[in-house]
């Protein structure tokens, strides 16, 4: 069978949350608006003679989150005017950088399929959004809220072959963009949105065939399925002795097909140009000295960390990296305790399914309870005083009415007793009035053992420690 070989690379878009927009003090529309040209001023609806000043806030957010990429910086670098006509664009042009973007190659370490991967990004620059135009009853509206909103471009050399390899990256720049406090990279909200640049070669070729650029492309999933149809679709061309185009195409997510948007022929001429409105920006030592400064670990480092210090699963790592207040928080939680293992399964089986579920509590940091209620929860059932069943119960009081576990424990009489008098008086019980049960544990059933444990946590009314009942009871009938 001939087997193919697809080159994948990547235009990304993250949108900056800075608190106001790229050239004016409008407030950026970091999430969805709330309602159409609430954020506006006469700079950001361009209007003639507005003149543009660059947001400093936005250089600093941006300077991080090249230097979580490992970018090189240029110190000096410049804006240029890209022309092109579009409704969504009154003034025809857009503010981006092409001759001397602020930074150059920079790169991403991944985990794929438990392997540690470094994939080169090719250069990143600073551009402003275009307004939104909006369909409704016939007419077409102008929304200008996110105009003039801080984008950051980022474009990987053609490093790509699976789409598993695309994925685990766009996750974990996903993840690096919120370590950072860069953009919260959430792609349904279009924080995060990506052309994805395919062309696919027989296996021992020298080259590539024509490749094509898929456009608004919204979602993981989306991207996955772009992946897929994409190369199917350049092989089916091929097979039948065809030449792929060189084009432009448009995903539509709902029937789960590209279109032709663009071909080479009608390739657009952006017409760059030196902006005239804006100076070249110009970095001093110290100010990136300071952006430095504010760097978090990598997310990957923190998850490689996980996995060999404390020799978690690489799931578990993953989920703990997801934002940097989880690992942070799961951090705290193992500095208080001591015991990484625990606090991993407490964080990731209790509480985040709790998170889940809640309607009003959404992440970590809206947690109401102090972080030392958790710590002490499991040094409770470390030291047992409490049964890692009760102790759930314990979280949830904790996760609605906060409060103290200690006062949570004995309020619910969950303290456990390990009182061994007493405990040997319920075994005695357990066995006499088991004693079929008993007799056939003696002739050999072994799980009946386990029957036995259950009803003396029963009498005990669920407060002692199953571990001393398993004890006696083995003690007893031996
Ligand atoms: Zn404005």
Redesign the pocket.
Known sequence: MTKYIKTIWLEIHVRIKSKT?MF???TNAVALAEEPNM???P??MWFPGMLPALNKEVVRLWMIGWMMMWCEINKLSRFDRKTYFYPDNPTAYQITQLYEPIVWKGSVKVIVEDQVREFAIHHMHLENDAWKLVHAGGKTLCDFNRA?SPLMEIVTDPVFHEKEEVMEFLKELQKLMRAAWVSDADMEKWQMRCDVNISVALEWAKEWWNRTETKNVNSFSAIWRVIDHESKRQIKIVEAGWVVDQETRWWDDDSGTSRTQRSKEDAMDYRYFPEPDLLPLVLDDAFIAEARATLPELPIEKRLRYLNEYKLSADDARILTVTRELSEYFDELVRLTGDAKKSCSYVTTILLAMINESDEINSVEELKFDIKELARVIELVNKDELSSTNSKQVIEELFINWGEADIIVDENNLRQKNDTWALELIVDEVITTNSKQVEEYKAGNVNIFWFLVGQCMKASKWQWNPKIFNELLKKKLW
Request: proline share 0%; glycine share 10%.
């Open positions: 927009k004016c003090s409008c954020n506006v001023c700079v950001c003039g």
